[in-house]
């Protein structure tokens, strides 16, 4: 019977984890299903153009949560900044032609509509609300100055590597010696979890990259290597998208301020 009880404590609390992962990955999920779906029904005829409609639609969801209280407005804070960010790489990345969005629309900048910038905020939206719904908390952080630090660097790489060498390798290592020591102590059910802080970096880098795979299949964007034809996104990219958590994790945790960080003192650098 005692063995009986635990596993169905187990099956539970792994069902409350699934509950929550959805939870925190409402605006994200909803904005793929969105975009899969419109690229399956979205008719010819329709008034407006499809990237456009999403642009309203991703507004609406965020009022939707806020007014549902789903959503905090410090997590809706989180999710303007991350679309400025992103926004602003996407103005670059498009002239540099690293891809293009091949259809229409009318509320854009350049060659960049304005939904894009919800994409980059889906995952800020994950993270913030992530922090808040499993209580994390973390030990062994590096100090705020190093993370902002390291951040901004991986920031400017992605558009300096268009012209100078690319510092991608000596961000890997820098990744790993500031955060290689952190980790993530969540709650779930009344039980802890302890995970190092690389492994969630990771794991979502694979998840963007998966989430992108269905993007370019519904043709959101496409790179230069599926405009004649689709073809799954090179599994480099997730290297991308885990660089990218690492400024969206530093980013949310400075405008949060949600962290409980501990042993600052002895990490490297300190």
């Known amino acids: 019977m005692t063995t009986l009880a635990a596993k169905i404590s187990t099956l539970e609390t792994l069902l409350r984890f699934a509950a929550l992962q959805v939870s925190a990955a409402v605006f994200g999920i909803a904005l793929l299903a969105l975009i899969a779906l419109s690229h399956l029904f979205w008719p010819e005829s329709a008034p407006i153009d499809r990237y ?10 965020q009022i939707a949560l806020l007014a549902a209280k789903w959503e905090t407005w410090d997590e809706a804070k989180v999710i303007i900044v991350f679309h400025l960010v992103g926004t602003v790489m996407e103005l670059f990345k ?14 854009r900048i350049g060659q960049v509509p304005l939904f894009t910038g919800f994409m980059y905020s889906a995952v800020g939206s994950y993270i913030a609300r992530s922090w808040r719904l499993y209580q994390m908390t973390l030990e062994g952080y590096p100090r705020q100055l190093y993370a902002g630090l390291l951040a901004a660097a991986i ?41 190092p802080l690389l492994v969630l970096f990771l794991s979502v880098g694979v998840l963007i990259w998966v989430a992108e795979n269905i993007a370019t299949a519904a043709n959101i964007w496409l790179y230069p290597s599926q405009q004649n034809g689709w073809t799954p996104v090179s599994s480099a990219k997730i290297g991308s998208w885990f660089l990218l958590m690492i400024i969206s994790f530093v980013l949310a945790s400075t405008l949060h301020h949600r962290t409980e960080l501990s042993d600052q003192d002895d990490q490297p650098g300190s």
């Open 94 to 107: 498009t002239a540099a032609g690293a891809w293009i969005y091949p259809e229409e629309s009318i509320l």
């Open 155 to 195: 920031y400017v790489n992605f558009f300096a590597h268009h012209y100078v060498w690319d510092w991608r390798l000596l961000l890997f290592a820098a990744t790993v010696l500031l955060f290689g020591r952190c980790w993530a102590t969540i709650r779930v059910a009344n039980r802890s979890a302890r995970f």
């Open 52 to 61: 456009d409609a999403l642009f309203i639609a991703a507004v609406l969801i």
